[in-house]
């Protein structure tokens, strides 16, 4: 049982380029979403979905893609990378949002 | 909308001290659940405690206890006794209700607990 698993790590994007973060649970949860994290704004929602098939957008979507085919994967796509989006980049996975949510590690980005 | 507020961005206490971290809630549900994570050094998010609306008791783990208060709309965490360990940054958290799968987090606040 792996949990949370987001790749890459670390990324260094120039700007203008495209790119996708990666995230799989293998807990077989509905609930899943993506959150970035700068300094003094705590962990701000990007987009959510409640299983596969459905997604909506959360607090700051602007720039982000996101699609669940399925119900393991909830991929976030940077469509046209700008330094704004250099953050820390966390998904997490639930049961139902009432229980809360397991988290990723993290990816760390850059936008140069 | 729901909103979180953390207002303490920084705290600063010597060992042993006890220190309390505020969190101010704002929702129009009556069914709600609210939330506290750890995030240590290492950047990990750390689930710490889930309580839903309708449980105002409050809540003590170790050196951990929880205050709900539905009346002030807040639900403030201390620790007894802290530990060099504790320095981590805690950001309390608000779901459920008329948001959806939505989990909104407050900006956090960052322990910092020094020898």
């Known amino acids: 049982n792996a949990g949370v698993t987001q790749t890459p790590k670390f990324q260094v994007l120039k700007t203008g380029q495209s790119m996708t973060l990666q995230c799989a649970q293998d807990?077989?949860?509905?609930?899943m979403s993506w959150y970035r994290q700068d300094p003094g704004m705590g962990l701000r929602l990007i987009h959510y979905s409640v299983g596969a098939g459905i997604t909506d957008q959360g607090e700051v979507p602007n720039g982000y893609n996101v699609s669940r085919s399925t119900t393991e994967d909830f991929p976030l796509r940077l469509l046209s990378a700008a330094p704004s989006q250099t953050s820390v980049y966390f998904c997490?996975?639930?049961?139902?949002?009432?229980?809360?949510?397991?988290f990723g590690s993290g990816t760390r980005l850059t936008v140069v | 909308a729901q909103k979180v507020t953390q207002a303490q961005t920084e705290i600063s206490v010597v060992e042993k001290e006890d220190v309390t971290l505020d969190c101010v809630y704002e929702t129009r549900d009556t069914t709600y659940y609210l939330f506290w994570y750890k995030q240590p050094p290492s950047g990990e998010l750390v689930f710490l405690i889930r309580r839903n609306s309708f449980d105002e008791q409050n809540e003590i783990s170790g050196r951990y206890s929880w205050n709900f208060q539905k009346s002030t709309s807040s639900f403030n965490f201390t620790i007894t006794a802290s530990q060099v360990v504790d320095s981590a940054v805690y950001f309390c958290a608000l779901s459920g209700g008329s948001q959806g799968g939505k989990l909104i987090f407050g900006q956090g606040t960052e322990l910092s607990v020094k020898p």
């Open positions: 807990m077989n949860h509905e609930y």
């Open positions: 997490a996975s639930s049961l139902d949002v009432i229980y809360g949510y397991t």
